[in-house]
């Protein structure tokens, strides 16, 4: 059974930093293209970030380019998301998702698709205050 679990989230003020891990279980993690969504209150579920099974290649959305980075640890089965010069609008619950098959980085377009992920974590608050 696939599990993941984030931790890391919590309050900042304004251009601080959190650093975001996503602990992986029950399958085997070194195959798995794996993302970062985000979820504001009254707001769809938006991709952030997603990373390749070897993590040789990553992928950002625009509102967050530059200032997060994806990264993984294949041996120690752990995701993370370095969130540096926080805003106010990166406040949310930020999940980690599965992607067992990698069909994101086939498919044009779908690496930040909710629907491109087979596994998701129950999330972790990010709130930045301004």
């Known amino acids: 059974q696939v599990q993941l679990v984030e931790s890391g989230g919590g309050s900042v003020q304004a251009g601080g930093s959190l650093r975001l891990s996503c602990a992986a279980s029950?399958?085997?993690?070194?195959?798995?293209?794996m993302g970062w969504f985000r979820q504001a209150p009254g707001k769809e579920r938006e991709g952030v970030a997603a990373?390749?099974?070897?993590?040789?290649?990553?992928y950002y959305a625009d509102s967050v380019k530059g200032r997060f980075t994806i990264s993984r640890d294949n041996a120690e089965n752990t995701l993370y998301l370095r969130m540096n010069s926080l805003k106010p609008e990166d406040t949310g619950m930020y999940y980690c998702?599965?992607?067992?098959?990698?069909?994101?980085?086939?498919?044009?377009?779908?690496?930040?698709?909710?629907?491109?992920?087979?596994?998701w974590g129950q999330g972790t608050q990010v709130t930045v205050s301004s």
């Open positions: 998702a599965a992607d067992s098959t990698c069909r994101g980085w086939v498919r044009m377009g779908s690496r930040l698709e909710a629907d491109t992920y087979d596994y």
């Open positions: 029950g399958y085997m993690y070194s195959s798995y293209c």
């Open positions: 990373i390749y099974a070897n993590g040789g290649v990553t």
